[in-house]
């Protein structure tokens, strides 16, 4: 499966999708009819396309919209034929659905949510029984081969509803998300050819960044990214980070792929705007650092050290105050920053005597066991100590008082 998946990928340019494409290739050679779900631009057709062709089977595309009616896609009656020879198969002119069922083809349907229903039923028993009926024709058989590929959008997009859960009963259902940012660089470099990977970066960038704005309901995809590739190579030369080329293109390419939410008060070009800026500042952030050998993202840097820091006071607090269930609790949550700062500090030697000497036992214990496992050889061995020691402590006091461990907590 995985060598066919990489000749899919080589021969159409697929760019990554491997587990969808193993699965699409499981279900054609399991004889299971495909929807592909997925937003706008995400790869559907491409994936398809790619599947139908890797088959080697002639595939019949159908473009579902709202006016796409049953006639269109069974066939239809040829009027002047009709009056010189009456109904038969040959004044019938076939549609794409009888004609991949006669030639045990692909039938792919794009956006299939986009059909009318009374369009959709009629796929219902060419699908399960592999059969039609053609009125004054009698029925139409599928030759083994004939598979239904089809795509839709996610139902929350306008123009579009849910198919008939009968209809999405005879696929099997196979989603397609947004793909990792590496992956869609190379998708926008693929399809614009561009050499200038600055360029097709933040473009990348724009185009993601859209699917996180708070303001944004639909973000742009690839698409989005590409179109912006193609767009700032005429006119940008060498000013790859004048920000007002690059709104003034992101506005061209993504206004019409964007989807507003309603209770947004910001006009669509400054939203845009404002994110062409952040992804412009960061680039030269990011390329300054670089160059300066600083690759290390400095804000990560410095969360880390106020969190230790914070743990460090929260630690000796807890210390201080012989509190050993909370640092038992500090310890559990961040065993790493812990067992750092309690042998960077030397509070280690701290900790295992009051682990050792105080009341009641049970946190103590607890702590010897979380602490040992994250310890250099020496402290695991001296901790080893004392925890056998403290367990045989409170073994004598078991047996001594006749208490269950249970009531030491
Ligand atoms: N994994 C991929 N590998 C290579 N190219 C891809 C990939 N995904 C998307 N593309 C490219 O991105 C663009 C959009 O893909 P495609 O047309 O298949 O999307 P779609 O889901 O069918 O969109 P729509 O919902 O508008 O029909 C195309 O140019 C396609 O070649
Ligand atoms: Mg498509």
Redesign the pocket.
Known sequence: MKTQVKTI?QR??????EQELEKALAAVSANKHIL?E????????????ALANHFNRSFHRVDGDERYNEHKLTGWFDPALVIAKGYSRETFIPGPLTQAMTEGSFLFI??LNRMPEGTQNVLLPAMDERQIIIPKIGPIKAKPGFLVIA?Q?PEEFVGTSRISEALEDRFVWIR?DY?TES?EQ??AE??TGCKNYDIIAIAVKIARRTREHPDIRHGA???GA?DITELIQPLSDSQTLNAHVWTGVAIMALATKIELQDQTTQKMENIIRGIVTSVLNEYAKDASEKATGRSVNKTETQKKRNLASDSSKKLKTALNEGNLAKVVYLFQKNPEAISEILLEENLFETMLKMAEHSEPRWPALQLLFVTQASLDPKRRQIAKRILNRTIRRIAAQIVGKRNSPYKMR
């Open positions: 990928q159409y340019k697929i760019i990554g999708r592909f997925g937003t706008v631009g995400i790869g559907k057709t491409v994936i398809a396309t794009n956006e795509t959008n397609l793909q992956e190379k998708i693929k399809e995809s690839v698409r590409i």
